[in-house]
């Protein structure tokens, strides 16, 4: 059974850090990219941030870029989002997907191109809510 479980979300002031947990079972890790999607209520769902654990090669959305940090133990199957400086913008639920890559397309080229519908799996979501 394939599985994306997210772990890590809570309630947090701004200026503070997250780290997010995405544990992955189910399937050939290395094969595929992870990419991290955020939505926020009455808005579109947003990727944030893709690694691919072929070469471990990462990218970011530039509203994210600087603060956000994604990485990835192989050897856990666990892909991380680390969130420095949060800001009430923040607010969301986030979410991990799978899709997979065998290092075929490059990290940009995923997390800007490719439309979520598109990920093979998906985890349920941790909400991420950032006060003032």
């Known amino acids: 059974e394939v599985q994306l479980v997210e772990s890590g979300g809570g309630l947090v002031q701004a200026g503070g850090t997250l780290r997010l947990s995405c544990a992955a079972s189910?399937?050939?890790?290395?094969?595929?990219?992870i990419g991290w999607f955020r939505q926020a209520p009455g808005k579109e769902r947003e990727g944030v941030s893709c690694i691919d654990n072929t070469d471990g090669s990462a990218d970011y959305a530039d509203s994210v870029k600087g603060r956000f940090t994604i990485s990835s133990d192989n050897a856990k199957n666990t892909v991380y989002l680390q969130i420095n400086s949060l800001k009430p913008e923040d607010t969301a639920v986030y979410y991990c997907a799978a899709i997979l890559n065998k290092g075929h397309s490059d990290t940009a080229t995923i997390l800007r191109t490719i439309p979520f519908w598109s990920y093979d799996y998906w985890g349920q979501g941790t909400q991420v809510t950032v006060s003032s």
């Open positions: 189910g399937f050939t890790f290395d094969d595929y990219a």
